[in-house]
């Protein structure tokens, strides 16, 4: 923003602000401010764009967008600023600055700019607001870095001056020098906005640009300087939000083709593995065909197992285990291996549906919004093993299950989860928490995994001798209480309860060894 125009808009703009509340701040964009004011007394938002020749401050009746998670400057910007009142305003115009003055709390001055970042101040520096000194015409035309000296001397006042006659320029350079304020030009591309360098580029200015200087450019005319920055602010800042927005939403749909792309890739390659493990169910039935021709006790390398056909084929064995152990192992194995198989049907699926609606451009459920919200955020895991006393088991569908064994553990459960997996807990009474992991926010988990879930935490509960309520919700919404000892939680929001008959032998049926 040219230094002799923000000398005009702020003179305007102070006096429209003081005494106003401040209701919240926001930065919509990098570089970009929004500050609500108390409805009364004028346009509710004040906006602001900082960057070096592309600064903006304008009152506004539409704000933009807000980003889902604010930076941390705006955060603490906004806890010392909500609810304070603007008392005054001083402005120093040559450096593009504005103070506003606050009631009582952190910081007495507000100060706002085009060129930085909105910042909170004990006191003013000295000479803030202080009128600046003016050089002749002729020294600005031969002078280049007059303006370090007199920075109101600015690239657009140097530009109009050396497009005048002689004598004319120093009438012009006195009129500037006045501040008359009477007459305000906003200069946009005549094909839209734009944004880049040259003489298309979109200016506002306290005075009219001669002929020769705006080729390509509309003028528009006001006699209100509060008017015309809001004019032109809305007319430069909004479309390139928007760009970025869009920007932005491409860059998130690229993103999630390649992880659509990517787990496809990775799908691949579980599951050929898995469908090596389904394989070992022929091993298996042929073990357990010629089991009873040797010693069931015995331990091998591997074992000629006989076949219908009069052939013989050879088991490769885990000479660790005995015949009966390694059959028993091999059983498992295959349907570990038919479980993720099923499992694989349903992710590529919904893989492959990803995929789709990212070429369409449509975003996956739960990735519409901007930055990620904490809850769509994959914490990083720790192994169970990390966190002792806890026991680990996997439902019938294949699905980790994690179980606290002491208080302590239980609080630390949480440590192993995304804040979308499930928790469960015996209803109106003591009990281990269990953690039931998903793969992604909206995975679905089937009937059977959330019974063998809600069964693990009733086996090891007040409730485990008969039919059990048990609490099932989201790890998000459970949050430890202050001072209530380990493992003492609240549930903000319930997903479920489930009414379960707890089977003595599932612990033992879904108990997984290993973290």
């Known amino acids: 923003m040219e230094a002799n125009l923000f000398r005009c808009l702020a003179a305007a703009l102070g006096?429209?602000?003081?005494?106003?509340?401040?209701?919240?701040?926001?930065?919509?964009?990098?570089?970009?401010?929004?500050?609500?004011?108390?409805?009364?007394?004028?346009?509710?938002?004040?906006?602001?764009?900082?960057?070096?020749?592309?600064?903006?401050l304008l009152a506004s009746d539409h704000k933009p967008e807000n980003p889902a998670d604010p930076s941390a400057r705006c955060m603490w910007l906004r806890k010392r600023l909500t609810g304070r009142r603007l008392l005054g305003w001083t402005a120093d115009w040559p450096a593009r600055l504005l103070a506003l003055e606050l009631s009582p709390g952190p910081g007495r001055w507000l100060v706002l700019g085009p060129g930085g970042e909105p910042d909170l101040a004990d006191a003013l520096p000295a000479g803030f607001g202080a009128e600046p000194s003016w050089p002749e015409a002729a020294r600005v035309r031969d002078d280049p870095g007059v303006w370090r000296e007199h920075p109101q001397i600015t690239r657009e006042l140097r530009r109009l001056l050396a497009a005048l006659p002689p004598g004319r320029d120093q009438a012009v350079l006195d009129a500037v020098?006045?501040?008359?304020?009477?007459?305000?030009?906003?200069?946009?591309?005549?094909?839209?906005?734009?944004?880049?360098?040259?003489?298309?580029?979109?200016?506002?200015?306290?005075?009219?640009?001669?002929?020769?200087?705006?080729?390509?450019?509309?003028?528009?005319?006001?006699?209100?300087?509060?008017?015309?920055?809001?004019?032109?602010?809305?007319?430069?800042?909004?479309?390139?939000?928007?760009?970025?927005?869009?920007?932005?939403?491409?860059?998130?749909?690229?993103?999630?083709?390649?992880?659509?792309?990517?787990?496809?890739?990775?799908?691949?390659?579980?599951?050929?593995?898995?469908?090596?493990?389904?394989?070992?169910?022929?091993?298996?039935?042929?073990?357990?065909?010629?089991?009873?021709?040797?010693?069931?006790?015995?331990?091998?390398?591997?074992?000629?197992?006989?076949r219908g056909d009069g052939s013989v084929r050879r088991i490769a064995l885990d000479q660790r285990l005995t015949l009966l152990e390694n059959m028993e192992r091999l059983f498992r194995l295959a349907a570990k291996g038919r479980r993720g198989l099923d499992f694989l049907a349903g992710r590529e699926e919904r893989l492959r549906a990803e995929l789709a609606a990212a070429e369409r451009g449509e975003l996956p459920p739960g990735r519409e919004g901007g930055a990620a919200r904490p809850a769509d955020r994959h914490t990083v895991e720790r192994p169970a093993g990390a966190v002792p006393g806890v026991a680990r088991f996997r439902t019938s569908d294949g699905f980790v299950v994690l179980r606290g064994k002491s208080?302590?553990?239980?609080?630390?459960?949480?440590?192993?989860?995304?804040?979308?997996?499930?928790?469960?807990?015996?209803?109106?009474?003591?009990?281990?928490?269990?953690?039931?992991?998903?793969?992604?926010?909206?995975?679905?988990?089937?009937?059977?995994?959330?019974?063998?879930?809600?069964?693990?935490?009733?086996?090891?509960?007040?409730?485990?001798?008969?039919?059990?309520?048990?609490?099932?919700?989201?790890?998000?919404?459970?949050?430890?209480?202050?001072?209530?000892?380990?493992?003492?939680?609240?549930?903000?929001?319930?997903?479920?309860?489930?009414?379960?008959?707890?089977?003595?032998?599932l612990e033992a049926r879904l108990a997984e060894a290993g973290p």
């Open 177 to 306: 020098r006045r501040g008359g304020c009477a007459r305000f030009f906003a200069y946009l591309p005549e094909a839209g906005p734009g944004g880049g360098s040259g003489p298309a580029r979109p200016r506002l200015l306290a005075w009219r640009l001669p002929p020769e200087l705006r080729a390509g450019l509309a003028e528009h005319v006001f006699d209100d300087v509060v008017e015309a920055a809001g004019f032109f602010g809305r007319a430069v800042l909004f479309p390139q939000l928007r760009a970025r927005a869009e920007a932005a939403s491409q860059k998130r749909l690229d993103a999630a083709r390649a992880r659509a792309l990517r787990a496809l890739e990775s799908l691949e390659a579980d599951r050929a593995r898995l469908e090596a493990l389904a394989a070992r169910s022929q091993d298996a039935q042929d073990l357990r065909g010629a089991l009873y021709l040797f010693d069931k006790h015995g331990k091998r390398p591997y074992l000629d197992a006989p």
């Open 15 to 56: 006096p429209l602000l003081a005494g106003r509340r401040i209701e919240k701040l926001h930065g919509p964009a990098p570089g970009v401010w929004t500050l609500t004011l108390q409805a009364a007394g004028g346009a509710p938002y004040v906006l602001l764009r900082v960057g070096r020749g592309e600064g903006l």
């Open 407 to 505: 208080a302590r553990a239980n609080h630390d459960l949480r440590k192993l989860a995304s804040p979308f997996d499930l928790w469960f807990h015996a209803a109106d009474g003591p009990g281990a928490h269990v953690v039931l992991r998903r793969d992604f926010p909206d995975q679905a988990v089937p009937e059977a995994s959330l019974a063998e879930a809600a069964g693990l935490a009733a086996l090891r509960s007040h409730a485990a001798g008969g039919r059990a309520e048990v609490l099932c919700a989201q790890v998000r919404h459970v949050r430890a209480i202050t001072g209530g000892g380990p493992g003492k939680v609240a549930v903000d929001r319930l997903e479920r309860t489930l009414a379960v008959d707890p089977d003595p032998d």
